[in-house]
């Protein structure tokens, strides 16, 4: 019988050895259950071949066709992927909507020995689970916000408390975007369906009677949208106010942002958008300074003439609570160090 989850958390702590996703490849790549590996019946190309005779000829000759394809992709996988595992395995799967492919591959594992089980409706219960879990009801988590300027070291900041053991959720982390103007990182974003589990998973994993720092963020990080409850949570979440001179903060991001610094066809492109909000006599001046390789000066510049402003026109939109103020004379490992043991007395107080 197939298992039913009533909620996230609950799916998350399934207790099984392995979660196995079934569907094809390009389904599996645009999201899947955290942790879950791909173990495809059908390829993209079999998964198109079939529904076209499942539409275009006939249903029956389509489920005949499936039926090969799976239990021979499957006896494959058996083969060559899951052959070292013993008796005791305990793998859970599932597919689009816990039907033919799940169920299929399902058995074959059980007449093997295997106490594998299957998720009841699928994938899709899967996202019905995240989407009431990010969407509609509201977080259980306290979240304390770091706030500041661009190039205060919130990021890094971040990763300090984590190491020494304070709960953070590192939404830049987790959208792969350093969530500004100039923030791509390698790889690209993921899928705003991958993101949400990514996100529902860390989560569901952070204990909620524990507070969680998190970097202030605006409602996109890059081209992903943060999901309604975490977006309520993180405009109510108290601030920690960063705060650090324009010079210290300039040498940082020079560090952090080398990689698009150096790359100045890539910087004219994401920095000539902007005549139509700063106007081309200050666009045309970063452009001279990039022509000069002026990493320096440009970055302090595009804090002066955008980033800063930007900051200070959002901040004066909306009321926040404060429950400190720290100043951060340098971004070193020492300046970091000091302000994170701040951030450590802050929170066992509250």
């Not at 395995?89 to 295997?114: A, D, E, K």
């Not at 909000?277 to 045309?284: I, K, L, P, T």
């Amino acid at each position: 019988m197939a298992l039913k989850f009533p909620d996230l958390s609950q799916l998350y702590a399934h207790g099984f050895d392995t979660v196995i996703d079934v569907r094809s490849p390009a389904e599996y790549a645009e999201d899947h259950l955290q942790d879950a590996i791909n173990l495809p019946v059908l390829n993209n190309e079999e998964r198109a071949r079939v529904g076209t005779i499942y539409v275009q000829e006939s249903p029956f000759l389509a489920r005949k066709l499936g039926a090969a394809l799976v239990f021979r992709n499957a006896a494959n996988h058996i083969e060559q992927h899951l052959s070292q595992h013993e008796g005791s395995w305990r793998p859970l799967v599932y597919c689009w909507r816990g039907g033919q492919r799940s169920g299929s591959f399902t058995w074959m594992l059980q007449q093997i020995g295997w106490r594998a089980d299957v998720v009841e409706g699928g994938y899709r219960t899967y996202r019905r689970l995240v989407n009431a879990y990010l969407y509609d009801d509201p977080l259980p988590h306290r979240l304390i916000a770091l706030d500041g300027y661009t190039g205060t070291a919130k990021t890094d900041l971040l990763a300090l408390l984590q190491r020494r053991g304070v709960q953070v959720l590192d939404l830049e982390a987790l959208a792969n975007h350093r969530g500004s103007l100039l923030g791509e990182r390698p790889g690209g974003q993921p899928a705003q369906k991958a993101f949400e589990s990514a996100l529902s998973s860390a989560l569901c994993a952070i204990d909620p009677a524990r507070p969680v720092v998190v970097e202030a963020e605006s409602s996109k990080i890059g081209s992903l949208i943060l999901p309604p409850s975490l977006w309520t949570a993180l405009c109510a979440a108290p601030r920690v106010q960063i705060t650090a001179p324009i010079e210290a903060r300039t040498a940082y991001l020079v560090r952090a942002y080398d990689d698009i610094l150096s790359d100045s066809d890539r910087l004219r492109d994401r920095l000539s958008p902007l005549r139509f909000h700063r106007g081309h006599e200050v666009v045309d001046g970063w452009m001279c300074l990039i022509d000069a390789g002026e990493k320096h000066a440009l970055t302090q510049a595009l804090m002066e003439q955008h980033y800063d402003p930007a900051y200070t026109k959002s901040r004066q939109s909306r009321s926040v609570e404060v429950l400190a103020n720290l100043d951060i004379a340098s971004l070193d490992d020492g300046g970091l160090s000091a302000a994170a043991s701040q951030i450590e007395s802050l929170l066992d107080q509250l």
